[in-house]
């Protein structure tokens, strides 16, 4: 479980390889601005994103000393950066569908709400992040 923007998010435990804090990141020109560029696991190139900019809200800041959650994706791994990263918590349910009034980019990247021992919390579907907020979710 992780907190970005002020919520707290989980993505699917089976997709999650590690969390890592971001020590050095070298910059990849011409992407998309929530690309942050590419960080290093044990010799393996992660891209890092840059979640609060994947969401369309304003960035936290650079990214180094950030922690990351690390997941593969159709062949490819990536590091998401979050704001806050919290221990592994298990779903006291099945995932429901989102309520209204968190805003158009929650609503679009959530694949549902589950229940944890803390609270509410949004799954994030991991395509959404990757592939950065469409201006029309803002």
């Known amino acids: 479980m992780c907190l970005i923007a002020e919520r707290r ?9 590690s969390v890592i804090e971001i020590e ?12 942050a560029g590419l960080t290093a696991l044990r010799s393996q190139a992660l891209t890092v994103i840059d979640c609060r900019l994947a969401l369309g809200f304003d960035s936290a ?4 000393g950030k922690r ?5 994706h159709e062949g ?3 590091a998401l950066v979050v704001d806050e990263a919290f221990d592994v918590v ?3 349910g099945e995932p429901e569908s989102v309520p209204g009034g968190y805003g ?11 229940e944890t021992p803390s ?15 469409p201006a029309e979710a803002v």
Do not use: N
């Not at 990351?68 to 593969?72: I, M, Q």
């Open 9 to 17: 998010v989980a993505f699917p435990a089976v997709k999650v390889r």
């Open 24 to 35: 050095r990141i070298t910059p990849i020109p011409r992407t998309a601005p929530h690309i």
């Open 61 to 64: 800041g650079d990214p180094m």
């Open 68 to 72: 990351a959650a690390v997941v593969d």
């Open 76 to 78: 490819h791994s990536y």
């Open 90 to 92: 298990g779903a006291l």
């Open 104 to 114: 158009k980019a929650w609503e679009a990247a959530a694949i549902g709400m589950v």
């Open 119 to 133: 609270g509410p919390t949004l799954l994030i579907a991991l395509e959404t992040l990757i592939a950065g907020c």
